[in-house]
């Protein structure tokens, strides 16, 4: 009994052998034939079944052998497509750049130059990580919206510039929010009042302008004596400038909190310099 038993169980693991090495086999051959039209049909095959792996590898292949024929352009469209299913979206906005270029006329190419800006969007990273292709992204999308004003798609393109545009602003945002905490005080008030210019409508506003403020207080309060002044009257010029913007700023209280500290920054500094150089007058008399 127990030998029958061993002996069906053999059976049974060699019939699923032979069954997954005969499927294998069968689109082995196909791959390394020279059947291009059945390859071909195979590839879309494959590709309508959702089995994008297995179909690129043909339309790898294919795309090589029907380089110039009158089929080329759906079997790169399809090509594009399938590295675009597999979430390959550096090799997918390549070839569907290269479809647009290639086939300009195409009715296809709009959707092509769309998807290769689209795929940039996929591959932009978290804010906090370089945003090279973020800005890229923006780049794709305005072309597209330039070369088809007319498109259906340009309300989305815009969207995604929009999209785009908050995150470099978050990162912004973020990056001057940094030199704030590791008290490098100058680089903070060059970097909210870049973030601030460089997106004028920001959500944050408000706050890096408050930040602002705080940050020229803390760079003079750290500088030498000799430079204190000249620094405490630029936070208070910040101040100024705050509260015409937001007469009633939630940040209102600590904002007049900060100008005061710099008025009275000032007078110490003043007395502070005028005993200095008491003693200087003093010992140059003395010698």
Not at 122 to 131: G, R, T
């Amino acid at each position: 009994m127990f030998k029958n038993k061993s002996l069906a169980i053999l059976s049974f693991i060699l019939f699923v052998t032979i069954v997954f090495t005969g499927c294998k086999s069968k689109f082995e051959k196909l791959r390394l034939s020279t059947d291009v039209g059945k390859k071909y049909q195979e590839a879309i095959r494959l590709y309508n079944k959702n089995d994008y792996s297995k179909a690129l590898i043909l339309f790898d292949d294919l795309v090589q052998r029907y380089r110039g024929r009158a089929e080329s352009e759906d079997l790169y469209y399809y090509f594009a497509y399938t590295n675009y299913k597999l979430k390959d979206f550096l090799t997918a906005r390549y070839h569907f750049k290269t479809f647009a270029d290639t086939y300009p006329n195409s009715a296809k190419a709009e959707e092509c130059r769309f998807l290769a800006a689209y795929c940039f969007y996929l591959d932009s990273p978290n804010f906090s990580l370089d945003q090279d292709n973020t800005y890229k992204a923006i780049e794709a999308l305005q072309f597209f919206i330039n070369l088809y004003p007319k498109s259906d798609r340009v309300a989305e393109a815009s969207k995604l510039i929009l999209d785009l545009r908050d995150k470099l602003e978050q990162k912004s945002y973020a990056n001057a929010k940094l030199f704030l905490d590791i008290s490098d005080y100058q680089a903070a008030v060059i970097a909210f009042r870049n973030s601030t210019k460089d997106f004028p409508d920001t959500k944050y506003a408000e706050e890096m302008d408050f930040l602002t403020i705080k940050a020229q207080y803390l760079y003079a309060k750290n500088s030498l004596e000799t430079k204190q002044e000249d620094r405490y009257n630029e936070a208070i010029a910040e101040y100024t400038r705050f509260i015409e913007k937001y007469p009633k700023s939630t940040y209102l209280k600590e904002a007049n909190q900060l100008k005061d500290d710099a008025l009275k920054g000032i007078e110490e500094t003043k007395k502070i310099l005028a005993t200095y150089s008491g003693i200087k007058t003093e010992q140059k008399n003395e010698q």
